[in-house]
Antibody, heavy 120, light 106 residues
């Protein structure tokens, strides 16, 4: 069964760095063609794409947070990491990771999401 | 940057047809996916590559894409279809989501 699960702190202080982990199960990011993406959703608002990483470790980021976001992978742990630097209350959101259907361009499996609040 | 525009809300009576539009420049030249999101839940893929339904998605969900508009159609809408719906496309190597449409069944 293919699953993804986000984990990390529920509360982050402004100006700090937010780090979230997406743990993959039932598939491996070592597989050629595999990609995982991060998406966030502020409370009551729309989905916002953050970025994507592929099996080769190449990452592409969305324009809105491009200078503050880094996506990386830990192949040995089958995990994908999201880092957002210098957070502020506007970064309060539910953060989702999702699998890109191998060889295609749609997100077929999503994690449950992780609500992160930025507050002092 | 590339933008996708969706109406904020659509209301439909049970058993009727709901048509959700997603517009963007020459959108018909790109594949569009649609995601359903119910309150407190993760999005679920309901249409991919404009017209295809994943396994487990009811046949009442269908999609089309031509010109500048993609459309998600829900035929014989049920109360359990009440949710937010997001369209999504790619702009070369980046992903774009529409602002979402809230479907109310009443």
């Amino acid at each position: 069964q293919v699953t993804l699960k986000e984990s990390g702190p529920a509360l982050v202080t402004p100006t700090q760095t937010l780090t979230l982990t997406c743990t993959l199960s039932g598939f491996s990011l070592r597989t050629t063609g595999m990609r995982v993406t991060w998406i966030r959703q502020p409370p009551g608002k729309a989905l916002e794409w953050l970025g994507i990483i592929d099996w080769d470790g190449d990452a592409v980021y969305g324009a809105s947070l491009k200078t503050r976001v880094t996506i990386s992978k830990d192949t040995s742990e089958n995990q994908v990491l999201l880092r957002v630097t210098n957070v502020d209350p506007g970064d309060t959101a539910t953060y989702f990771c999702a699998r890109v259907r191998p060889g295609r361009d749609y997100f077929d499996i999503w994690g449950q999401g992780k609500l992160v609040t930025v507050s002092s | 940057s590339y933008d996708l525009t969706q109406p904020p809300s659509v209301s439909v009576s049970p058993g009727q047809t709901a048509s959700l539009a997603c517009s963007g420049d020459k959108l018909g030249d790109r594949y569009v996916s649609w995601y359903q999101q119910k309150p407190g839940q993760s999005p679920v893929l309901v249409i991919y590559e404009d017209t295809k339904r994943p396994s487990g998605i009811p046949e009442r969900f269908s999609g089309s894409n031509s010109g500048n508009t993609a459309t998600l159609t829900i035929s014989g809408t049920q109360t359990l279809d009440e949710a937010d719906y997001y369209c999504q496309a790619w702009d070369t190597t980046t992903v774009v989501f529409g602002g979402g449409t809230k479907v109310t069944v009443l």
